[in-house]
């Protein structure tokens, strides 16, 4: 599977809505993963299972979407949020993870 | 609290070989299936192995397959990538990571990472 997000940049302010989204090449599974990576930082789990946040993530951070077509949504940004998201899924056979290319979310 | 720590990075010439290593404390360590991740310089991330709880099942990406091998020391919380006839385009960060599955399999926990540079 090949896993397209978009888009591949993404400039808003603080306090801004963010929409990032993760489109599948095939639907090989219903569930997608995000993570976070900062500058010079080991990436972090988000979201897992398309739409759980992951241990001690902040609400702001929401998860929807079926099939191939995915949607990371962080509400009312803060300046921690800037980053690059990931998204990810699992294929059955052959086993692997997939990632996607990254979003670069950055201040306007 | 969970944590990994590589270890086993460094500088390496094109064909040599490198034995990672990534130590676990915080969880039921022989209970989770592990993985290792990857990321060149400048871009995204790669799968690069996973090995089941037991240590029985690995898996790898076709990019290292028949180079690489995962194993794992459940007496020693710790698990391996050893890395052979390395090349230039295997210079990366190497992370490790603790797999969680809920409904779906997702990286829960990740280390710091290990550089590996190949350069001659």
């Known amino acids: 599977i090949v896993l397209t997000q978009s888009p591949a940049t993404l400039s808003l302010s603080p306090g801004g809505r963010a929409t990032l989204s993760c489109r599948a090449s095939?639907?090989?599974?219903?569930?997608l993963a995000w993570y976070q990576q900062k500058p010079g930082q080991a990436p972090r789990l988000l979201i897992y299972?398309?739409?759980n946040r992951a241990t001690g993530i902040s609400a702001r951070f929401s998860g929807s979407g079926s099939g191939t077509d995915f949607t990371l949504t962080i509400s009312s940004l803060e300046p921690e949020d800037f980053a690059v998201y990931y998204c990810q899924q699992r294929s059955h056979w052959p086993p692997m993870y997939t990632f996607g290319q990254g979003t670069k979310l950055e201040i306007k | 609290e969970v944590q990994l720590l590589e270890s086993g990075g460094g500088l390496i010439q094109p064909g040599g070989a490198l034995r990672l290593s990534c130590a676990a404390s915080?969880?039921?360590?022989?209970?989770?299936?592990m993985t290792w991740v990857r990321q060149a310089p400048g871009k995204g991330l790669e799968w690069v192995s996973d090995i089941s709880d037991s240590g029985g099942t690995t898996y790898y990406a076709d990019s290292v397959k028949g180079r690489f091998t995962i194993s794992r020391d459940n007496s020693k919380n710790t698990f391996y990538l050893q890395m052979n006839s390395l090349r230039v385009e295997d210079t990366a960060i190497y992370y490790c990571a603790k797999i969680n599955c809920g409904i779906d399999c997702s990286l829960e926990n990740w280390g710091q990472g290990t550089l590996v540079t190949v350069s001659s």
């Open positions: 299972d398309t739409s």
């Open positions: 915080g969880f039921i360590f022989s209970s989770y299936t």
């Open positions: 095939q639907s090989v599974s219903s569930y």
